[in-house]
């Protein structure tokens, strides 16, 4: 009998703390593959923590976090990772290009230069995203939604099975949110797995097929129709939702 392949992600009673106090404590799920997943939850609720105790960015009180079960350390090869776009350094002097290219690293090793191929990979990257004709431009010199779009492009050039997004729609316009989603679609066409923190409630059933539901503990997680729920919501939010429709067919949120 053929065994089961592990899940992309594996999360096992993860618990991280900043200056002891608790961010996340006993954060248990497994993501199936081929998913888009939305990671929701309140401001402070520890989501971005959740992606960058998985990157083993940040450290862990407890727990484990497996990646096709295997540590991290031993998968880089197969992730892709979209940061907040207010943590990059924008004046650092490099071109879109360069950026994009930055993405082939993992496949080339640590002594070997991008090449031509690695250069055609990253401007067909920048192509898909819309950004071909900034290839040479300072990316201190793009707008927030253009330099979105590079880091998305960057993230397409590791040709990872395994994407995390931190909050890629956050202050980009609607042409770009447009070409976010778009990509995201194709991705789970392509049978990648991509998780992201997400703040508007009112786009989750659109754009997701699974969420993660998180108040520094774990709500829920499973396809959105049965998570993203007036439940599942009040236990998150409590008493920050102002608006909420009953039905959530068009869900109206606002948080405060």
């Given at each position: 009998m053929?065994?089961?392949?592990?899940c992309?992600?594996?999360v096992r009673?993860?618990?991280?703390?900043?200056?002891?106090?608790?961010?996340?404590?006993?954060v248990t799920?497994?993501?199936p593959e081929?998913?888009l997943i939305?990671?929701v939850?309140p401001n402070g609720?520890?989501?971005?923590?959740?992606?960058?105790?998985?990157?083993g960015?940040?450290?862990?009180v407890?727990?484990?976090v497996l990646?096709y079960?295997?540590?991290y350390a031993?998968?880089?090869?197969?992730i892709?990772?979209?940061?907040?776009r207010?943590?990059v350094?924008?004046?650092?002097?490099?071109?879109?290009?360069?950026v994009v290219?930055?993405g082939?690293?993992g496949?080339?090793?640590w002594?070997?230069?991008?090449?031509?191929?690695?250069?055609?990979?990253?401007?067909?990257?920048l192509?898909?995203v819309?950004?071909?004709?900034?290839?040479g431009r300072?990316?201190?010199q793009?707008?927030?939604?253009?330099?979105?779009?590079?880091?998305?492009?960057?993230?397409?050039?590791?040709d990872?099975?395994?994407?995390?997004?931190?909050?890629p729609?956050?202050?980009v316009?609607?042409?770009?949110?447009?070409?976010?989603?778009?990509?995201l679609?194709?991705?789970k066409?392509q049978?990648?797995?991509?998780?992201v923190?997400h703040h508007?409630?009112s786009t989750?059933?659109?754009y997701?097929?699974?969420?993660?539901?998180?108040?520094?503990r774990?709500?829920?997680?499973?396809?959105?129709?049965?998570v993203?729920?007036?439940?599942?919501l009040?236990?998150a939010?409590?008493?920050r939702l102002?608006v909420?429709?009953r039905?959530l067919d068009?869900?109206?949120?606002t948080t405060?």
């Amino acid at each position: 009998m053929r065994q089961k392949e592990p899940c992309p992600l594996s999360v096992r009673e993860l618990t991280v703390a900043y200056q002891r106090k608790p961010v996340l404590s006993d954060v248990t799920f497994e993501v199936p593959e081929g998913k888009l997943i939305g990671i929701v939850g309140p401001n402070g609720a520890g989501k971005s923590t959740l992606i960058k105790a998985s990157l083993g960015l940040i450290p862990k009180v407890r727990g484990e976090v497996l990646i096709y079960g295997k540590p991290y350390a031993q998968q880089r090869k197969l992730i892709g990772y979209v940061p907040q776009r207010e943590s990059v350094d924008w004046d650092f002097p490099t071109s879109a290009l360069d950026v994009v290219t930055m993405g082939r690293y993992g496949h080339l090793g640590w002594f070997r230069r991008p090449g031509a191929n690695e250069k055609r990979i990253a401007m067909e990257c920048l192509d898909k995203v819309g950004m071909a004709d900034y290839a040479g431009r300072q990316i201190s010199q793009l707008s927030g939604g253009q330099q979105q779009r590079v880091f998305l492009a960057r993230a397409l050039a590791q040709d990872a099975r395994l994407y995390f997004m931190d909050e890629p729609f956050v202050g980009v316009d609607a042409a770009t949110e447009k070409a976010i989603v778009t990509l995201l679609n194709e991705l789970k066409k392509q049978g990648k797995t991509v998780l992201v923190v997400h703040h508007d409630l009112s786009t989750v059933k659109e754009y997701f097929d699974w969420v993660i539901l998180l108040n520094e503990r774990l709500i829920d997680a499973g396809p959105t129709e049965s998570v993203f729920t007036a439940a599942g919501l009040q236990l998150a939010y409590g008493g920050r939702l102002a608006v909420l429709d009953r039905t959530l067919d068009a869900p109206l949120v606002t948080t405060r």
